[in-house]
């Protein structure tokens, strides 16, 4: 058995709240340009926020301007973007007026702390115990990754290290509102703090 933060739906926020939340706008550094998909040139989707221990924040991008076509899950293909920033002097950043920049809603993330062999049995665990359908449970803080494929952990682009496992992200409670990773699949974030690198892929 192992302690496993899972990170549960916590209800509607403001599209820039800061904590951990999926939805809304990023919160970035100032002269953040808003990222670009390197296959079709549009603009991507903001996914996720997620503040860490040090005080520095991931922020996750990914196209969603022609799916499957982008290769968005792949992490360096150019469909998809990952960011560490300094927690210091961020300022909420207007999506671009074209493309698909922004998830049908907002949902800020509560972190529950939950002993089971696995992430899907505490998944399972916490929707039972307190009544709620699992698709409320986001994903999870920290821990092991539970891969749908083969384990697919990256290398840091800067150092060439392993890069840490950070958070495993669930595509959201609503199919009509939620990010898209193929249709039930997972997104995982990765971060080498070191060299201020994050890496975001998805499976399906």
């Known amino acids: 058995m192992a302690v ?7 209800g509607a926020v403001a599209p820039d709240a800061v ?8 919160l ?8 670009e998909c390197a296959t079709c040139g549009g603009a991507m989707q903001f996914l996720s926020q997620l503040p860490l221990a040090s005080g520095t924040v991931l922020t996750v991008f990914m196209c969603q301007n022609q799916p499957g ?20 002097e961020l300022a909420p950043v207007a999506p671009p007026d074209e493309g698909v920049t922004r998830l049908g809603e907002v949902s800020g993330v509560a972190c529950v702390d939950v ?20 698709r409320e ?10 891969w749908v494929q083969g384990e697919e952990t990256p290398d840091c682009p800067g150092c060439g290290e392993v890069m ?34 994050a890496v975001f892929l998805w499976q399906c």
């Open 164 to 197: 840490p496992f950070v958070a495993q992200w669930e595509e959201g409670r609503d199919h009509r509102t939620s990010a898209n990773f193929g249709g039930g699949g997972s997104g995982y974030t990765f971060a080498c703090e070191a060299c201020a690198r």
């Open 4 to 10: 496993i933060t899972l990170m549960t739906y916590a």
């Open 137 to 146: 449970v986001l994903g999870q803080r920290g821990g092991e990754p539970e």
């Open 69 to 88: 076509q982008c290769e968005e899950w792949d992490p360096w293909a150019g469909g998809n973007r990952a960011f560490l920033w300094p927690g210091e």
């Open 28 to 35: 970035a550094p100032a002269g953040f340009a808003w990222p």
């Open 115 to 134: 002993e089971a062999a696995t992430y899907f049995d505490a998944s399972t665990e916490w929707a039972k115990e307190n009544q709620r359908p699992v």
């Open 19 to 26: 904590g951990v939340r999926t939805g809304g706008v990023p």
